[in-house]
């Protein structure tokens, strides 16, 4: 089992930076993928982006590129997505979710994800 704690939200101003934390525990021995996504009020959730075990290979939606970028310290089990230029739209809650395994099964598939965070409340005033 692994619980997965996300941190780091809050409320912003467009233009603004924020960095979110997923801080893993309990069967962090084994080597996991991970992922960021995100669900608006009255959307379905949608992926924003992934990472694989190493770090070397990352994956972002095309609505987030160049303004997100997605790490990890698998030292601290933890992983980060470092938002820049938000924007209104960017308003969600943020999930990040494991999917055991050095790559992503799937790149935007929530489906495929084993574990999931609580979320963590991300507000862009405009």
């Known amino acids: 089992q692994v619980q997965l704690v996300e941190s780091g939200g809050g409320l912003v101003q467009a233009g603004g930076s924020l960095r979110l934390s997923c801080a893993a525990s309990?069967?962090?021995?084994?080597?996991?993928?991970m992922g960021w996504f995100r669900q608006a009020p009255g959307k379905e959730r949608e992926f924003v982006a992934a990472?694989?075990?190493?770090?070397?290979?990352?994956y972002y939606a095309d609505s987030v590129k160049g303004r997100f970028t997605i790490s990890r310290d698998n030292a601290k089990s933890t992983v980060y997505l470092q938002m820049n230029s938000l924007k209104p739209e960017d308003t969600a809650v943020y999930y990040c979710?494991?999917?055991?395994?050095?790559?992503?099964?799937?790149?935007?598939?929530?489906?495929?994800?084993?574990?999931w965070g609580q979320g963590t409340q991300v507000t862009v005033s405009s």
């Open positions: 979710a494991l999917d055991w395994g050095e790559l992503p099964r799937t790149i935007g598939n929530s489906a495929a994800y084993d574990a």
């Open positions: 990472i694989s075990w190493s770090g070397s290979n990352t």
């Open positions: 309990g069967r962090t021995f084994s080597r996991y993928a």
